[in-house]
Nanobody, 112 residues
Framework: QVRLVESGGGLVQPGGSLRLSCAAS????????MSWVRQAPGKGLEWISR????????YYADSVKGRFTITRDNAKNTVYLQMNSLKPEDTAVYYC?????WGQGTQVTVSS
């Protein structure tokens, strides 16, 4: 079955960087569009980025555009989210998403 496992979260100071990873299995990763979605404390889910298969077109929410970069490694069945210039409002649980499947999430806390 589909399995998505996120990693790389943690505590970082404002202005810092983190790279999240999502290891995927159970489906043909190379032909899958993959997304990152986050949920801040007390708020709903917020879509933040997607990478398509093929030409690997990328899309970003305005809230992260220019600071976050989504990439994929089809040889490793892994999608990444490089997060730079982090802000306290980026604090959330970050989830990897494929279709109706979700990972368990990884906590990112941005605080001094």
């Amino acid at each position: 079955q589909v399995r998505l496992v996120e990693s790389g979260g943690g505590l970082v100071q404002p202005g810092g960087s983190l790279r999240l990873s999502c290891a995927a299995s159970g489906f043909t990763f190379s032909t899958a569009a993959m997304s990152w979605v986050r949920q801040a404390p007390g708020k709903g889910l917020e879509w933040i980025s997607r990478i398509n298969d093929g030409y690997e077109a990328t899309y970003y929410a305005d809230s992260v555009k220019g600071r976050f970069t989504i990439t994929r490694d089809n040889a490793k069945n892994t999608v990444y989210l490089q997060m730079n210039s982090l802000k306290p409002e980026d604090t959330a649980v970050y989830y990897c998403n494929f279709g109706t499947s979700w990972g368990q999430g990884t906590q990112v806390t941005v605080s001094s």
